[in-house]
Structures are given as C-alpha cells and as structure tokens.
C-alpha cells in the first residue's frame, strides 16, 4: 500500500518485482485529518487552550537522531521561555520511544516539565487531535511532522538528518522548505517567522506530495480489501469519520509555582508569568526581567517554596508560620485572601487561587517600586495574558503606619 504514485515510480526503480502486488491507496489518515479541522476549537479545549492561546506542539520520532534524542532539553526550554498564560505546550511521543524506555522513564525524564504545566500526549491515541488543535509544531524527521506541515501548521525543524530521507519524498520537500529551530535564538520571533509562511501556504508541495489521492483512501482502501477476500463491496459509501476530542486525554497536572513580572500603567497591572520548575537560558525572560516567585506551599521543589515572594497556602491560620519559616516570603494567599507579613489580612473574598495570586503579585510589585499603600488605585485592572480582571482595591487602605517594601527577588533561587 502506497500513499503517493511518487512511491510507486520509487518502488519501480528499486524493486519492479513487486510492483503487481503495489496498490496506490493514498492516506486515510490524511483524509481523517482533514475531516476533523471543523473540531479544531474541542481539540484545544481538550488541552486546556482557548482562542486566544497559542499551541506549541513538540513531536519526537525515536532513536538518536530524533529531537529528543539530539535536544532533549528542548521541551523544558519552551516551558520556561514562552508566557504560561498565553502558550499551552503539548508533547507527542513516538510510540517506540515510550515503550523501549518504559512509561515510568518517560514520566520521569519530563517531570519537571510536567509540573511545568507540559500536556504529555498518551502513545496509543490523541496526537491527531494535537496537531490539529496546534498553531506551531516544532518537530523532526518524524511522520507526525510532516501531518502538521500537510494540516498547514507552521511547522520548525528541531532534528533533520537528511541522509536519512528519501529523495524526491513529501519528507524530502518538507526538509528543505521549512524553517529550522535555533535554539540559542529567541523562540517567539521563529514562532513568528513559521506562522507567516504557514499563512502563505509555503509548504504546500509537502501536502501534494504526502497523498495522490486525498479524500478517496478509505473507498480505495475498502476495494482492495475485499479484492483480495473475493467479497462484493457493501453499497454504501466507505467511511471517513473524524476524531473524537473525547480520545484526547493528555496527562498534565496544575502549575503551582511561577516566576511572575509585574508592571503598572496608571491603574492597569500588567502581569506576566512562567513556571519555575524549568530554566530558561540567561539571556532569555524571565531572566532577563525583575521577577518574583508565586509557589503553592505544598511544591516538592523547597528551594523554590523557600525563595518565594508569595506564597499559595491551604488554610489562613497558616500565614504566620509561613512567614516564621520563610524570611523571603512577603505575602500568603488562600483561595479567597490576600496577607501582607506586617499588616495581616488586606484582602477577603476573593473568587479564587487565581485572582488571590494576581492581585498579590500586582501589589508586591506596586510596593516594590517604593510607592505607598495609600497610592494604590481604587479601583484596577490586571491582566494576565488576555484575560482581564477587574477589582476593587479599597479594602487595601490600612490606616496604620507604611509597612517596609517587599525586597525584590532579580535572580534564580540558589
């Protein structure tokens, strides 16, 4: 079974012995592919995207030459240089790669970026649905890489050993067309860079070259199939069904520790966050900005708990214990309030973790800057991403004495 007659002449020249038992059926995972776009919105909500995040999908083939054979540092470097409330990343595994090291060594290799808030996309099913529900895919010589270059994502190139590939294949085309990653450069502006000629539709001859027959593999198929068993076909048409966002199930846990830069604009926070479980390179955000760390007191990373600025508790009665033991720490957070170390409680009932963590961040940095408790607007906006909250800050005006401002935190936990 062939999927392009750029095979067939292929097989012809190396082996024309075989050409009687050849049939050119074209690709039915192509063509359900292509049926499922239309469920592109259910596939990101499956990975917790909405419209306005951006999906990065990293797809690794097996064996030394695959990306995470050559960079295996890469997925955690993605997770720590692009903004979390803007970018989901999802991973995509080849089934041999799972399974010639073991699940639990999987797991293990990414569990810092699975803290990180890494989508790991289970082996058997679910990466279809990824591809399609990505807006970058920075993969390899892999054939998942050359689905999301025929889906028209923008498509980068982390490993590429052309001496491996077919001449005159779609993966050949493929591998001279699209745009390699530099991982010593900024991502975002290769991100850039890729969606613009995905926008041009600059790796078309890729999806002309994947199938001779798109739409018609299923038919095809079903006809050689029942060739071969001697069988009338049934009259009803072959089907072609789409995939289902149910089978996509990645494992993922929640972030609960960030580095968080904060800037003011008037009475507008503007709050920028990455997970702390993985490193980004020196020169690159959030190193390269004031920052602070939000970490959950229950993070099995203590180093990053004990250099936090604020810290995300359980239950109330904690805070003063939490302050006690961490000398760094200026705020405690629950689901619902806000604790400044010197002037106890300065705000309740908040709608969650989330807006608790925001509302901290945009006043440890407001203090930060030397301006004073009685300078905080009245009212706020803070936004994180582009999402957008709205609150109310005259809770936030103690009639007491001006408390110390909160020590900045510029560098990495040591």
Request: hydrophobic share 45%.
């Amino acid at each position: 079974m062939l999927s392009h007659d750029e095979q067939y002449a292929r097989l012809a020249e190396a082996v024309p012995e075989a050409l009687d038992a050849a049939v050119v059926a074209g690709d039915p995972c192509f063509d359900r592919m292509a049926v499922s776009h239309p469920r592109r919105r259910d596939y990101r909500r499956a990975l917790g995207a909405d419209d306005d995040t951006e999906v990065v999908v990293v797809t690794s083939t097996w064996g030394p030459d695959s990306l995470l054979g050559r960079s295996p540092a890469l997925i955690a470097q993605l997770l720590a240089e692009l903004p979390g409330d803007e970018y989901v990343v999802a991973a995509v595994l080849h089934p041999n790669t799972w399974y010639a090291h073991g699940p639990a060594q999987i797991r293990l290799w990414l569990a810092d970026c699975l803290r990180a808030g890494l989508r790991l996309i289970p082996p058997a099913q679910g990466w279809q649905q990824a591809v399609l529900a990505a807006d970058v895919v920075v993969g390899d010589f892999g054939a998942v890489t050359g689905y999301a270059a025929c889906a028209g994502r923008a498509t980068l190139l982390a490993s590429f050993p052309e001496h491996q590939i077919a001449e005159g294949s779609a993966m050949d085309e493929l591998g001279r067309t699209a745009f390699w990653l530099d991982p010593a450069a900024a991502l975002r502006p290769q991100f850039d860079a890729a969606l613009a000629q995905a926008a041009d539709n600059g790796l078309a001859k890729v999806r002309e070259l994947a199938t001779s027959l798109p739409g018609s593999s299923a038919a095809v198929l079903r006809k050689a199939f029942y060739d071969l068993m001697a069988l009338r076909e049934p009259e009803r048409q072959a089907l072609v069904p789409p995939y289902s966002a149910r089978e996509l199930v990645p494992e993922r846990l929640p972030v609960t520790a960030w580095w968080v830069a904060a800037e003011w604009h008037d009475d507008v926070a503007e709050l920028t966050r990455w997970p702390a479980d993985v490193d980004p390179r020196d020169d690159q955000p959030p190193n390269t900005v004031d920052r602070h760390l939000v970490v959950e007191q229950a993070h099995p990373r203590r180093d990053l708990y004990g250099s936090a600025a604020i810290v995300l508790l359980d239950h109330l009665h904690e805070a003063e214990q939490a302050f006690a033991d961490r000398p760094a720490c200026d705020f405690a957070i629950t689901s619902a309030e806000v604790v400044h170390r010197d002037r106890g409680v300065v705000l309740r009932d908040l709608s969650g973790v989330d807006e608790a963590a925001a509302c901290a961040s945009a006043i440890y940095r407001w203090l930060s800057c030397g301006r004073a408790w009685q300078e905080l607007p009245r009212t706020a906006t803070i936004r994180l991403g582009t999402r957008q909250l709205t609150v109310s800050l005259s809770g936030w005006r103690p009639a007491h004495a001006e408390a110390r401002p909160p020590r900045p935190h510029d560098g990495p936990p040591a």
